[in-house]
């Protein structure tokens, strides 16, 4: 599944979603420890309801929605060991008799008990299923070997044994034991999910998140000359044969192999992370500050995909180039790939339009926007929604907008993987401006994670994929269609599966995601933490 193991050396480490979310790393130049001061919410605590946006949820059928997260909410338990509570990493198109991948992550593990909450808040289990199946996992996941000294979980677990994986499945080839920052970060997220939605099992939760201390991940000298540091992508706790650096941030136990990374773009998945380990107290706030909405405009990073445009401003003692690119008439503050679950599954999450409307309120919708216009009047796809999934041929790839990534070569948006170039205005020439797109593959999961956006936009296109590409099985959407030649991914991935419920059970479901997730210390110190900013996004003129 996709590029999990490094292409010279063979070697299994990361998960998917870690590979492809990652950006240019800073030098390092010191070691440092972080503080552990967890703050947890208490279980039946009351959030306020002004989560999102008032949406027109007007031409979207009920019956229809539920009858999607029905059929998702089958995969997700067809994918689940009975006995460990535990999901593959993927199943086939068969939900009656599943062949399960072998594998899970604790980002699936997450996505599954987040996704249990769904299913109950939505009727589609009883209230003693619920606190049954989280029970079970809950249970297998307090006796899982794990990192001692920071709690975190190891990146590759056999979901029907529950052992740490050494040898992956599908090649047998070697796998060192990681620990992913990034994963890491949706596990503890799922954990203050059920801590609040179910009180029966939050002694179980907290316990298991009680013991994580994200400070392991913390360099504070990631970039010399700035209030704060960046988290590193993750690290082993035995040397492996690729370049790590040792150290150990946290300051107690033995020393640990870090990865070479660090994460150094805001708008993507790791912010989650970032959010968790402030709240708790073991990050400083400012880290929030020390990553990037933008490379600068300068020749030095040219190598970006294109120019941006914006100011300078200063927050928590951190001058923050608020720059963006310019899209359609629009300026959006781009992910690393362009991608949709990068931008969107924090989201899930913390109400972060609401919470910073003058931020991620003007740069959510506008990157709902642009991604829908590219597909049906850019790439004149006829569909819309991309974000790494599944490759209709086979295997995993990364899927997006060119024009809304970082990256210089993007996330493609088609099978023939084409690029756009419109240059870097003063430093390097545009190389191909006006590209003519192929079979474009779009993925059901990201046009999910819009409507909370765009619900209406969202739904039609979701109908459309279902009736005219027919990308639909007894287990909801497939992974992925190419829309042009209509190849599907006919299997389903637990990750993508939980993003579907987890944005049906928001908009749905009265932000059940998020008014669980934000009780106790989420709401106090990321709130007035990020309402502050202001993006350099918006409409241009």
């Known amino acids: 599944m996709n590029q999990r193991c490094d292409a010279t050396l063979g070697f299994s480490t990361a998960t998917r979603r870690q590979l492809l979310a990652g950006a240019a790393a800073f030098a390092i130049t010191g070691l ?54 535990l999901p593959a990493d993927y ?14 992550s604790p980002t699936n593990i997450g996505g599954y008990m987040w996704s249990t909450v769904v299913a109950r808040e939505l009727n589609i289990i009883s209230a003693s299923e619920c606190r049954e199946r989280l029970t079970r996992t809950l ?16 990146n590759w677990y056999d979901e029907a044994t529950g052992e740490v994986i050494t040898v992956w499945p599908e090649n047998g080839n070697p796998v060192a034991p990681f620990m992913s920052s990034v994963d890491n970060g949706w596990f503890a997220a799922a954990l203050m999910v059920v801590r609040n939605a179910e009180p029966k099992v939050a002694g179980l939760a907290n316990t298991i998140l009680g013991r994580m201390d994200f400070g392991i991940f913390y360099n504070k000298d990631a970039r010399p000359g700035v209030a704060a540091g960046l988290l590193r992508g993750g690290f082993y706790d035995v040397k492996p044969p690729v370049e790590t650096v040792q150290g150990n941030y946290l300051g107690k136990g033995a020393d640990v192999y870090y990865t070479m990374n660090h994460y150094d773009v805001t708008n993507s998945e790791p912010r989650i992370a970032t959010y968790i380990g402030i709240a708790l107290g073991q990050l400083p706030p400012a880290h929030y500050f020390a990553t990037m909405r933008v490379f600068p405009d300068t020749c030095d990073w040219s190598w970006q995909e294109q120019k941006p445009a914006g100011e300078t401003r200063t927050y928590q003692g951190i001058d923050v180039f608020e720059g963006a ?11 690393w790939g362009g991608d949709m679950f990068e931008s969107l599954m924090p989201d899930l999450f913390v109400p972060e339009s ?36 599944s490759h209709p041929k086979g295997g ?11 990256s210089s070569d993007g996330y493609p948006s088609d099978v023939e993987r084409t690029s756009v170039d419109t240059g870097f205005d003063g430093c390097r020439p545009a190389g191909n401006p006006t590209p003519a797109w192929g079979d474009g593959v779009v993925t059901p999961h990201a046009a999910f994670l819009a409507m909370e956006y765009e619900p209406r936009e969202a739904y039609d296109n979701l109908v459309k994929i279902e009736r005219d590409l027919a990308a639909y099985g007894a287990g909801g959407f497939f992974d992925a269609v190419a829309v042009k030649s209509g190849t599907i991914a006919r299997r389903y991935l637990s990750l ?14 009265d932000n059940v995601i998020r008014r669980n997730f934000i009780q106790g210390e989420v709401e106090k110190v990321i709130k007035p933490l990020i309402e502050v900013e202001e993006f350099g996004a918006g409409l241009v003129g």
């Open 32 to 85: 440092a420890a972080a503080t552990a001061k967890p703050g947890f919410a208490a279980p039946g605590a009351q959030s306020p309801s002004y989560f999102s946006r008032a949406r027109n949820l007007g031409g979207v059928d009920r019956k229809v929605i539920t009858r999607w997260a029905q059929d998702t909410w089958k995969s997700l338990v067809a994918m689940t060991d009975p006995v460990t509570g």
């Open 91 to 104: 199943i086939g198109e068969s939900i009656t008799a599943p062949k399960r991948s072998g594998f899970t």
């Open 139 to 154: 249970t297998t996941l307090a006796g899982l070997k794990h990192h001692e000294p920071s709690g975190m979980l190891y």
């Open 325 to 335: 690119y310019t899209y359609r008439g629009m300026r959006i503050v781009p992910s």
């Open 354 to 389: 609401t919470w910073a409307p003058k931020a991620w309120g003007i740069n959510h919708p506008l990157t709902v926007r642009a991604q829908r216009e590219f597909g049906l009047d850019d790439a004149q796809y006829g569909y819309w929604g991309f974000s790494p999934a």
């Open 396 to 406: 995993y790839s990364e899927w997006g907008v060119d024009a809304l990534g970082m």
């Open 496 to 509: 993508d599966q939980a993003m579907v419920l987890g944005a049906i059970g928001n908009v749905f479901g």
